[in-house]
Structures are given as C-alpha cells and as structure tokens.
C-alpha cells in the first residue's frame, strides 16, 4: 500500500520523481546509519562468459564482491590509472571507495543528492584522494571540464531530467574523457533512453546489454542479501526491504529474467577538440547485443518513449 502510494507520486513528474527518489535514499541512509557492513546499492555483476580472472580481492572486500564486480566491469572500459574521476549517484560510497584503493586514480570524488548517504560515506570510507560531497546529477558542483571519467551506476533512473544530467556530465568532462553508465530501464523506456544518449554532447561507443550477468549475480548473492538485512530490520519492513534488495522471488530478479527490465551499460566519450563535438555516427546503436533475443516487442521495435518517463520498478 505504501510502496504503491510511492510509485504514483514518483510518476506524477519528472520533479516528483526526483524530489521522492532523493528523499527515499535520503531516509535509507539515514535509517541505516549505523550499518557499517553496508556499502553497495546495486544488484551486482556475474562474468558469465568468463574471460576475465576473478578480481583480487582484500577480505575485508569479500563479501560484497558481486556488487565490486559491476563497478570493476563498468570502469574496465576507461584506463582510470593517474586520472580525475568523478562518480555521480555514489550511494553508501563502496565502489567509489574500490576504484581509489584498487584503481589507482589520481583523484576520486563521489557525489550524492541524499546528505545522508555523504556522512555515512566520509565516515566509512577514508582513502588517499578520496572525498564526497553533497550534490545533484542535474547540477554538478564543479567547474566547467574538471573530470577525465564520469561513473553512474544505477542512479539514473531517479533523475527528473535526464538530458539535463547528460548536459552536466558533458560540461565536467575534459575533451576526450569518458562517461560510463550502468543503470536499469523498464523494457519500453530503453529506446527512450538510448535516444537521449545519443542527443546528448557525448558520442556512444558501445552499449552493451548486461541483463543476464546482473540477474546471475542477484542469484549468486542471493544469501548474502537475505541475512544481510533480515536479522536486522523489523519484521514488518521485510518484505519491501526484501524487494529493494533484489532477493529471488521478488520482482526486481522475475523482471530481469523476464526480460520486461533490461540492463544497460554504455560507454560514451566526450569529443577531443571542442570544434568536433557532438554528432554521433548513425548508427552508434544499430547493432544492439540483444538483436535477436527474446525482448518485448515495443522494445524490440524501437518505440521511442521517453527514457525521463521512468517508472520505479523496486517495489
Ligand atoms: C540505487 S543507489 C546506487 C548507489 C551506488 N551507485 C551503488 O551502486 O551502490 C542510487 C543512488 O543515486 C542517488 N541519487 C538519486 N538521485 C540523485 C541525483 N539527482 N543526484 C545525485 N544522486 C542521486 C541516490 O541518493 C542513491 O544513493
């Protein structure tokens, strides 16, 4: 009943969509303030095929590894080695705490719109070059070309304005530099989504489909997910903090093998010369991985809808 009310306010606008997304995370982290052993808000990453050797991992990094692994396969599209690096929709703070421990930036900044989630991030996480700050995707608190990458990672479905936030990335990002972005969309906003990518400052090089890798890992973490919260959370709460988590059964894994909610990872690059910027090639997006598999048939057909009409889908 609660979570029904929530998503009906969340469609109203896109502003209602942004002012009650950040006031959810805003109370998330307040209300587990005190959960130090929490520092991930994503539903992991499974290498199904493979070809990469399992990261080494420190133990006290063990336990949250799938969720480390989407992060490390997002940013293993950019050499992070030595470079400025900003991450918007930070969260709990985790991955950007492994990229400054295991990445070797030169500097890591993360920003989140919940003030909340930032205390819980400076007191959790200390590392050289490492510091967070309170800020909006749709109105970065920095200079004109500040950054060499810029991680998102689901965060932009909360935004009220996508295009506005693409804007952002493109202003805080140097000639050259990279955007890499992983979120969820419900199956019939992806193409809405792709074309605000494609309208956007940045040129696509590659958009991948990584739905069956964040469903695997959902399954594979499924233990972790289940006793990580449960024993801590009122009895009453359980089931949408359950739902939230992505444990099996719920909607958010039945979704993903449904096919009905698809994740996308996209790497996207801001032009070298200013002169250049902008149009990206036709067809950036024509061969899309998942041609050929069983997606809806809106999806399928590329009816555009408006990837900033995002509905909720954690409930
Ligand atoms: C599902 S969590 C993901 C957090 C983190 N990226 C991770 O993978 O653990 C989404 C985060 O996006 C943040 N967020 C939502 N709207 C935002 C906005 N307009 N600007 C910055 N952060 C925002 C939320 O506060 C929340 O911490």
């Known amino acids: 009943m609660l979570s029904e009310a929530f998503l009906w306010a969340t469609r109203k606008s896109p502003s209602a969509r942004r002012y009650m997304w950040s006031a959810f995370y805003q109370s998330v982290a307040h209300r587990f303030s005190d959960f130090d052993w929490w520092h991930f808000m994503n ?9 990469r050797a399992p ?18 396969h997002v940013a293993s599209a950019a050499d992070l080695r030595n470079r400025d690096v900003l991450e918007v929709g930070c969260g709990r703070g985790g991955g950007a705490s492994y990229i400054a421990r295991y990445l ?98 940045l040129e696509i090089l590659e958009t991948k489909d990584i739905t069956a890798e964040v469903g695997h890992a959902l399954a594979f973490d499924h233990e972790r997910r289940v006793k990580g919260m449960n024993g ?5 709460l359980r089931g949408v903090v359950n739902t939230f988590a992505g ?34 090639p036709d067809d950036a997006c024509r061969s899309l991985p998942w041609e050929g598999r ?9 009816e555009a809808r408006s990837a900033t009409a995002c509905s909720p889908f954690f409930f």
């Open 104 to 201: 070797h930036p030169k500097s890591m900044v993360g920003v989140d719109i919940a003030g909340s989630a930032i205390q819980f991030c400076r007191r959790a996480h200390r590392s050289e070059g490492l510091r967070f700050l309170k800020g909006d995707a749709e109105n970065l608190p920095f200079a004109d070309q500040s950054f060499d990458v810029v991680i998102n990672i689901e965060s932009s479905f909360c935004y009220g304005d996508m295009a506005r936030f693409l804007s952002e990335v493109g202003r805080v990002l140097r000639p050259g530099g990279s955007f890499l972005l992983a979120d969820l969309r419900l199956a019939h906003e992806v193409e809405g989504l792709l074309a605000d990518l494609r309208a956007s400052p």
């Open 55 to 72: 990261i080494a991992l420190r133990n006290e990094d063990e336990d949250e590894r799938y969720c480390i692994q989407l992060y490390d």
């Open 232 to 236: 801590k959370i009122p009895f009453l």
């Open 247 to 280: 444990v099996q059964g719920t909607r958010i894994p039945n979704l993903l093998s449904s096919g009905e909610l698809v994740y996308l990872n996209v790497v996207l690059r801001k032009s070298p010369g200013r002169e250049e910027e902008a149009q990206p």
């Open 43 to 51: 539903y992991g990453y499974a290498d199904l095929a493979g070809d």
């Open 294 to 302: 069983n997606v809806p048939a809106a999806f399928a057909q590329g």
